[in-house]
């Protein structure tokens, strides 16, 4: 079985300030791992994903998120917030089908990210 | 290239009805999967399918059914709506193979039931 936990379902941080999101995942066998990202009556877009290999993974729009096994963790950081991150941020955790292909993701309640001016 | 297509956007049904909502995939994706995302909350796992087969199933009752055509796209099938069946429902597409977990979502079919 799994899970995805995300302290906090709002963060606010000023524009330009470093955003930090934080999820803690529960796994049986090793994770594939996954940031969202979803604007206001949109779909969800993948930011980043970690499967294998590098621990520190880079996504889109100059976010990052690192996989501690140990913590059994995978926070999401953006150096300096800009106004356009606003929106909900989900993480969620897969693992590998025996079939090949891939588990339904398992989603956290989701972050509400608030930028600041 | 289009990505992945749902409708209809907005649909509301009452109680006891039955709804479809329609899928179509993105170019080059074989995997169709479903998801239910309530208000506030993150999305849940319906199904997913593959070759035209349920291949994995989320915990949901049997009143939710799908099903996959030849050419990948899918429907959703809810049967003796509830209250507590409103939500966004989301279509996500994938690649069978080392793509297989990168998913492409839809903009979802919102469900208001009454």
């Given amino acids: ?117 | 290239d289009a990505g992945v297509t749902q409708s209809p956007t907005h649909l509301i049904k009452t109680r006891g009805q039955q709804v479809t909502l329609r899928c179509s995939p993105k170019s080059g994706h074989d995997t169709v999967s479903w998801y239910q995302q309530a208000l506030g909350q993150g999305p849940q796992f319906i199904f997913q399918y593959y070759e035209e087969e349920e291949r994995q199933r989320g915990n949901f009752p049997d009143r939710f059914s799908g099903h996959q055509f030849p050419n990948y796209s899918s429907e959703l099938n809810v049967n003796a709506l509830l209250l507590g069946d409103s939500a966004l429902y989301l279509c996500a597409s994938s690649k069978q193979g080392a793509g297989a977990n990168v998913l492409t979502f839809g903009a979802g079919s919102r469900l208001t039931v009454l």
């Fill in chain 1, 1 to 117: 079985a799994q899970s995805v936990t995300q302290l906090g379902s709002h963060v606010s941080v000023s524009e330009g300030a470093l955003v930090l999101l934080r999820c803690n995942y529960s796994s049986s066998v090793p994770p594939y791992l996954f940031w969202y990202v979803q604007y206001p009556n949109q779909g969800l877009q993948l930011l980043l994903k970690y499967t294998t290999g590098a621990t520190l993974v880079k996504g889109i729009n100059g976010f990052e998120a690192e996989f501690k096994k140990s913590e059994t963790s995978f926070h999401l950081t953006k150096p300096s917030a800009h106004m356009s991150d606003a929106a909900e941020y989900f993480c969620a955790v897969s693992g590998l089908y025996s079939g090949g292909g891939a588990d339904g993701l398992t989603f956290g309640k989701g972050t509400h990210l608030i930028i600041q001016p």
